[in-house]
């Protein structure tokens, strides 16, 4: 049997990095680096079930979807082990070679160090609420047969799609558009995945067109994540049959898109969304800008520019930490209560606050970006967890998300019938905005209407008797 309970002790091991970080505090260089290596530390106590056991219903190929594995290398690998580069560039660096000698910035370097240490509390809190509350063992009161479940993958991803586009339509419900848009996606790559093995021509050709054209979608999103979590997933997906394969085929593919993408994607946004090309057409000069390796030496555009300033978001958590509680206050509540107002439907509240014009009035406060700016630049989530109420504000409300997380996956397999209906398509599917967290406002909404939504899958899926009682 499974151990339920994380021993405090071992729980307390995960914030050690974090204490050592403040302990070297005068010394930038070392706490970063103590910080930075220290979130690899809680990777490996966690992968490795040393602070609990990992949920043994399953191979470790055959779960990865769970919030301890994929949400947590998602989030907090790309929170807290990103900033590297920028790391490096503060030192003096461009593209792994040192270039000046003239004397670093060290403010920008003690400002690096303290967020970089804020990384770390922020991860270990995160994953402690994830193996708090991990725990598989209760049998899900439903099932379905699995020569049904390949199939039913493909209706999820058929049906899904047009809902998506419906709730485009309609107006004020639209926040349910990126859900069931989302949903059709994952549902997509698990039916192709499964189909695939099965060895079924009809299934893997419907699914691998839905998938081909997900990609398209994402390719012409203008946006890099979207094309990485197409193939990341799809990988995921076929791990546990096809080992060897994936670590050979996807592996190379997702080391050659955080390559060629940075390039690729400023032709296609330059191109596309200025109105000088067809969508096509600046895919096609995209592509071709990304295949020759073309750039126009804009550091912000490079692919050092890249790593420094777009993979990671330390340099706007840094101008955040900066302002508060110096300048600004701490928020306290306030970012809670615009997140209830956001939880309204615009279909019964017609004249609601725009969620975006509130969550970009305290970057124009804290000088993140010009008020005339037309860039879009919202917070990431451990900020906002800062801006409520410092260090404690992140160590509390990281420990909170993760626990969410942990909890709707669990209840997710008790009520669509274990681990491939309830995390791989319908956790995954419908929450998949908390592998990456964004501003309270959108993230506490996406997971209330979510949940919601969850709900309403298997009140139908039981009506149709397709999910039925043990």
């Given at each position: ?43 490996f ?20 979807m ?49 967020c ?39 209706m ?36 192709l ?32 994540e ?106 306290g ?11 309204v ?57 993760g ?7 669990v ?60």
């Amino acid at each position: 049997m499974q151990n339920n309970q994380a021993p405090l002790e071992r729980i307390i091991v995960l914030f050690i990095p974090w204490a050592l970080a403040m302990l070297f505090g005068g010394d930038p260089k070392l706490s970063y680096c103590v910080a930075w290596l220290g979130s690899f530390l809680i990777f490996f106590l966690t992968l490795t079930g040393w602070v609990k056991p990992l949920p043994t219903d399953r191979s470790i190929a055959e779960q990865l979807m769970r919030p301890i594995f994929m949400v947590q290398i998602i989030f907090a690998g790309y929170m807290a082990c990103t900033s590297i580069f920028y790391f490096l560039d503060v030192l003096g660096y461009e593209n792994f070679e040192k270039v000046t000698t003239t004397l670093m910035d060290k403010d920008r370097l003690v400002h690096t160090a303290q967020c970089q240490r804020y990384y770390c509390l922020a991860h270990a809190s995160f994953a402690s609420g994830i193996l708090m509350f991990m725990n598989y063992e209760t049998k899900s009161k439903y099932y379905i047969s699995k020569e049904k479940l390949a199939n039913l993958l493909m209706m999820f991803a058929v049906f899904s799609f047009p809902a998506s586009i419906l709730f485009t339509k309609v107006p004020g419900l639209s926040q349910f558009a990126n859900q069931f848009s989302s949903l059709s996606f994952i549902a997509g790559t698990l039916a192709l995945a499964f189909a695939i093995p099965l060895k079924k021509p009809g299934n893997t050709l419907i699914c691998l067109i839905f998938y081909i054209f997900n990609f398209y979608q994402a390719l012409t999103s203008g946006f890099k994540e979207p094309i990485i979590i197409s193939v990341l997933v799809l990988g995921i997906f076929l791990y546990p049959n096809y080992k060897k394969i994936v670590i050979g085929i996807f592996v190379p593919a997702l080391l050659l898109l955080f390559m060629f993408l940075p390039t690729y994607n400023r032709i296609f946004r330059q191109n596309a969304w200025s109105g000088d090309a067809s969508t096509d057409e600046a895919t096609q000069l995209a592509l071709d800008a990304a295949i020759n390796s073309a750039n126009t030496g804009d550091e912000d555009d490079s692919n050092w520019g890249f790593l420094v300033f777009r993979l990671s978001e330390i340099d706007m958590f840094i101008k955040f930490t900066q302002s508060t509680p110096k300048n600004i206050d701490f928020y306290g509540t306030k970012l809670f209560e615009q997140s209830a107002i956001a939880l309204v439907p615009r279909i019964f509240w017609p004249a609601k606050p725009i969620t975006e014009d509130l969550v970009m009035e305290r970057v124009f406060d804290a000088g993140v970006v010009n008020r005339a700016s037309s860039v879009s630049a919202k917070p990431a989530f451990i900020v906002d967890a800062y801006l409520t109420a410092g260090a404690p504000g992140i160590f509390v409300i990281m420990l909170v998300y993760g626990a969410i997380a942990q909890i709707i996956s669990v209840k997710a397999e008790k009520l669509f019938g274990g681990y491939i209906l309830g995390t791989a398509l319908i956790f995954s599917g419908l929450f998949q905005i908390m592998w990456r967290g964004l501003s309270f406002e959108f993230i506490i909404n996406n997971i209330f209407w979510s949940y919601i939504s969850m709900l309403a899958i298997h009140k139908i899926l039981t009506a149709a008797n397709i999910l039925k009682e043990v």
